[in-house]
T-cell receptor
Framework: QKEVEQNSGPLSVPEGAIASLNCTYS??????FFWYRQYSGKSPELIMF????GDKEDGRFTAQLNKASQYVSLLIRDSQPSDSATYLC???????????FGSGTKLNVKP | SQTIHQWPATLVQPVGSPLSLECTVE??????LYWYRQAAGRGLQLLFY??????ISSEVPQNLSASRPQDRQFILSSKKLLLSDSGFYLC???????????FGAGSRLTVL
């Protein structure tokens, strides 16, 4: 399995703060990067994806990619208690039909 | 629109018993299909993926197998379950030219 590393957390932030979630990957052939949110006992759901170096914004979420450092992050602005979940980072290597996931970071947003 | 169904949602099986989990996708043709397993508190482990009928690629050698008897049907099986097979099994699909995975609701397996 390709290695995708995430800090397991939990990461605790107060409501309204910015939550920063990080992910590193080992395979330089990785071309597509994804963030999924998984509520306890539920299946993952896609938040956003990024292909190119730099930032990609979608509402309160911003994905950041640095291929040279093999690093991808997710910023959640104005965090809400409903954002409390586990966030999974995933990579697609060389656009093959395989997606590899990290173990996830648990986020707690405190009211 | 496309939907993905997985069943059963929950099952408890004794060690050494067989397993069959089923996944179907509606509303599309020739999807890529995937089986993942998530052990308690862990990330998703890719088990199998398929790009077409009868085409199965295995990521992790183990006592599990997968089959794709029809275009939109993906089955995960075992002849004899181990305790370590316990986990949350997730089926997912994507369009052939897409990098976006959509997951089913999952099947939670407990092996006793």
């Amino acid at each position: 399995q390709k290695e995708v590393e995430q800090n397991s957390g939990p990461l605790s932030v107060p409501e309204g703060a910015i939550a920063s979630l990080n992910c590193t990957y080992s395979d330089r052939g990785s071309q597509s990067f994804f963030w999924y949110r998984q509520y306890s006992g539920k299946s993952p759901e896609l938040i956003m994806f990024i292909y190119s170096n730099g930032d990609k914004e979608d509402g309160r979420f911003t994905a950041q990619l640095n291929k040279a450092s093999q690093y991808v992050s997710l910023l959640i602005r104005d965090s809400q208690p409903s954002d409390s979940a586990t966030y999974l980072c995933a990579v697609n290597v060389n656009n093959f039909n395989k997606f590899y996931f990290g173990s996830g970071t648990k986020l707690n947003v405190k009211p | 629109s496309q939907t993905i169904h997985q069943w059963p949602a929950t099952l408890v099986q004794p060690v050494g018993s067989p397993l069959s989990l089923e996944c179907t996708v509606e509303g599309t043709s020739n999807p890529n299909l995937y089986w993942y397993r998530q052990a308690a508190g862990r990330g998703l482990q890719l088990l199998f993926y398929s790009v077409g009928i009868g085409q199965i690629s295995s990521e992790v050698p183990q006592n599990l197998s997968a089959s794709r008897p029809q275009d939109r049907q993906f089955i995960l099986s075992s002849k004899k379950l181990l305790l370590s097979d316990s986990g949350f099994y997730l089926c997912a699909w994507s369009f052939p030219d897409s990098n976006v995975l959509t997951f089913g609701a999952g099947s939670r397996l407990t092996v006793l």
